[in-house]
C-alpha cells in the first residue's frame, strides 16, 4: 500500500504533457506545473496569435508569461526520484485517445495494462494487483489490455464464447452449442487458436524461404546486368577496329555501335524490370510476413481467430518469374561476327548484322507469315483442309498422285514457299506430332535418315507427344517446359536463329537454335498418328 501512495503521489508530480516527471518544474501563473521545455514548446507554437493559454485549464496570458524554475517542486521531484520511484512508470501514465483506460479508475483514467476475459475489464497496474495477490482471481485469464472485450460475448446469450464451431467457422458460447450449433464439429477457442498458430508457423516459413529464392534471383539478375554491361563494353571495343577503314567502314562502325547500345538498353531494362518487380514482391512478402509476425503474437484468440482468414493466404506463385533466356547470345554473335570481318571483310560488309530476337508474342506478330502448305509434298495419307493450312493423318484418303516432291514413307508436308529473313507462325496442334523447318533438298524416300525431320543435317524439329523433344541431325534432346496446344515459331534466316515457343496466355521459350542456315527454309508438319491434325493459324 506504501507503494501504491508513492506511485500516486509520483502521478501528482508528473507533467501533464509528457506524461514523465517534472524535468526542470515551472509553475504558470494559472498554478499548473510543466517542464521547462515543454511548456515552451507548446508556447513557441501558439507565437503566431500573439496569445499564450495553459494546456490545461485553457487560461490565457498576454503577453508571453516569464519562467523561471520553481526550486521547491523541483526539490521535491528530486526526493521523490530518490525514493526509487525515478521516472513515472508506463502504467501510471494516463490514457491517451488510443489507448485501453482502466475501468476502475475515477476522474482522469491511467492506462491499462491488461484486460480479464473473466471480469470483462481492464485495469491499470494499481487496480490489476488483486488479480495477482487474491486467490479468487487466480483462475481468470489476463491478456494485452484490449478494447474489444465486448467482441467476446455472445449477443445471444451474453455468454462468454470459449468455443470455436468449424462447421460455420466461428466462434461461440457454450448455450450456442447446444442450440443452432448442435452437431456441428467443435472444438475449443484455445484448441483452435494453437491449431491456427502452427498453420502460420507454416506460411511463415514460406514466406521466408520465397523472400530468399526472391533475393538470390535478384542477385542472379544484377550479375547477369554485369555481364550484359561487360559483353557489351567488348563489343564495341572490338568494333574500335572499323575506325581504321574507309568512310564507309566508319559509318558501319558508328551504326554498329549505336545497335550494340540499343540491345544492350533493351536487356539491361528488360532485367531491371523483373528487378523491380521482384523488389517490390520482396516488399509486400516481407510486409505480410511482419502481418503475420504480429498476429502470431495476438493473445486475444477471438481476434486472431477474427484476423487470422484474411493474413493466412501467402498469395501469389512461389514460382519464379525468371526466363531462360540467354541475354548475352545477342554480343557473343556480334563478336564472332566481328572477328571473321578481319578475315572476311567484303563478305561480311555485305551480310547483315544480328538483329535483337524480340521477346514477347506482340514483338514477334510483327513477322507474322501466313503459311500454305504443298500438297504436292504431303504423304498419302495426309488431308488437307482449310485452304491447305490444316493437315489431318486419315488412313482411308484416296489416293493421290504420285509426285517427286512428295514423301512416301512418313506423314509429312512441307509449305508451298521457301522462308527467308526474318518469320513467325504459329501451329495449332493436338498429339504426336512434330513442328519442324527443312531444306528443300531433303530426301523425299529411301532411307530413314535422309527424309524423317530432325534425322539429317537439313532439317530442325520438335517432336510433341507426351513430352517436348528437339531433334538434329539424329540427336535428339529432351525439352522441359509448359504443355500448350499452340507453338510459336521464330526464324531469321540471316542470323541463323531458329526459335521454339510454347503458347498460350503467355510466350515460354521453349528452345534456341543458333546455326548459318545455307538454304531457304520451309516450314514442315510430320502427324504421326491416325487423327493427329495440326493446322497454321491465321495470325492478326
Not at 13 to 38: A, E, Q, R, W
Request: charge should be neutral; hydrophobic fraction near 30%; aromatic fraction near 8%.
Amino acid at each position: 500500500m506504501a507503494q501504491q501512495g508513492n506511485q500516486a503521489h509520483g502521478v501528482k508530480f508528473c507533467c501533464s504533457m509528457c506524461l514523465d516527471l517534472l524535468k526542470d518544474p515551472v509553475t504558470i501563473p494559472c498554478g499548473h506545473n510543466y517542464c521547462m521545455n515543454c511548456i515552451k514548446t507548446f508556447w513557441d507554437v501558439e507565437d503566431k496569435k500573439n496569445i499564450y493559454s495553459c494546456p490545461q485549464c485553457r487560461k490565457t496570458f498576454i503577453p508571453r508569461p516569464e519562467l523561471g524554475k520553481n526550486t521547491m517542486l523541483a526539490e521535491l521531484v528530486e526526493d521523490l526520484k530518490k525514493t526509487g520511484l525515478g521516472a513515472a512508470p508506463a502504467d501510471l501514465c494516463y490514457a491517451g485517445p488510443e489507448d485501453v483506460a482502466c475501468d476502475v479508475c475515477t476522474g482522469r483514467k491511467l492506462k491499462a495494462l491488461k484486460s480479464c476475459l473473466v471480469c470483462l475489464a481492464s485495469y491499470c497496474q494499481q487496480h490489476l494487483q488483486p488479480h495477482y495477490d487474491s486467490p479468487a482471481f487466480q483462475k481468470h485469464n489476463l491478456v494485452d489490455a484490449s478494447a474489444k472485450l465486448q467482441e467476446t460475448i455472445c449477443s445471444l446469450h451474453n455468454e462468454v464464447m470459449k468455443i470455436f464451431c468449424r462447421t460455420d467457422q466461428q466462434c461461440i458460447c457454450f448455450l450456442c452449442s447446444m442450440d443452432e450449433h448442435k452437431g456441428h464439429d467443435t472444438i475449443s477457442v484455445a484448441a483452435e487458436s494453437t491449431e491456427k498458430q502452427k498453420e502460420l508457423s507454416v506460411s511463415r516459413q514460406n514466406i521466408d524461404q520465397r523472400i530468399q529464392d526472391r533475393e538470390k534471383d535478384v542477385k542472379e539478375l544484377q550479375q547477369e546486368v554485369e555481364d550484359i554491361n561487360q559483353s557489351a563494353d567488348k563489343a564495341v571495343e572490338d568494333s574500335e577496329i572499323f575506325t581504321e577503314l574507309i568512310c564507309l567502314l566508319q559509318k558501319r562502325s558508328s551504326d554498329l555501335k549505336q545497335q550494340i547500345r540499343s540491345q544492350q538498353e533493351t536487356e539491361v531494362n528488360h532485367i531491371k524490370n523483373l528487378q523491380k518487380k521482384l523488389q517490390q514482391e520482396i516488399t509486400q512478402l516481407k510486409r505480410k510476413h511482419a502481418g503475420l509476425e504480429k498476429l502470431s503474437h495476438t493473445e486475444d484468440h477471438i481476434q486472431f481467430l477474427k484476423k487470422y482468414p484474411s493474413m493466412s493466404d501467402v498469395g501469389g506463385s512461389a514460382g519464379s518469374p525468371r526466363t531462360n533466356i540467354d541475354h548475352l547470345w545477342y554480343f557473343k554473335d556480334l563478336m564472332a561476327a566481328v572477328t571473321a570481318a578481319k578475315d572476311k571483310l567484303q563478305v561480311i560488309l555485305s551480310d547483315k548484322w544480328p538483329q535483337a530476337e524480340p521477346k514477347t508474342r506482340a514483338e514477334l506478330l510483327q513477322y507474322s507469315r501466313q503459311i500454305t502448305l504443298d500438297p504436292n509434298t504431303a504423304n498419302y495419307f495426309l488431308v488437307l483442309s482449310d485452304r491447305n493450312r490444316k493437315v489431318t493423318n486419315n488412313y482411308k484418303n484416296k489416293p493421290c498422285p504420285e509426285h517427286p516432291d512428295r514423301f512416301t514413307n512418313v506423314g509429312q508436308v512441307l509449305s508451298k514457299d521457301g522462308l527467308t529473313g526474318r518469320c513467325y507462325w504459329e501451329v495449332e496442334r493436338n498429339w504426336r506430332v512434330e513442328v519442324a523447318v527443312a531444306y528443300k533438298s531433303l530426301g523425299r524416300s529411301g532411307k530413314f535418315n535422309t527424309y524423317a525431320f530432325g534425322h539429317n543435317d537439313k532439317s530442325w524439329a520438335l517432336r510433341f507427344d507426351t513430352r517436348y523433344t528437339f531433334i538434329h541431325n539424329n540427336i535428339s534432346t529432351a525439352i522441359s517446359g509448359p504443355q500448350s496446344s499452340r507453338t510459336g515459331v521464330y526464324l531469321d534466316h540471316s542470323a541463323g536463329v531458329l526459335s521454339f515457343y510454347s503458347v498460350s496466355d503467355t510466350m515460354t521459350l521453349l528452345h534456341r537454335v543458333q546455326t548459318t542456315f545455307t538454304e531457304p527454309l520451309y516450314a514442315g508438319l510430320w502427324v504421326w498418328s491416325i487423327g493427329s491434325t495440326a493446322e497454321f493459324c491465321e495470325l492478326k
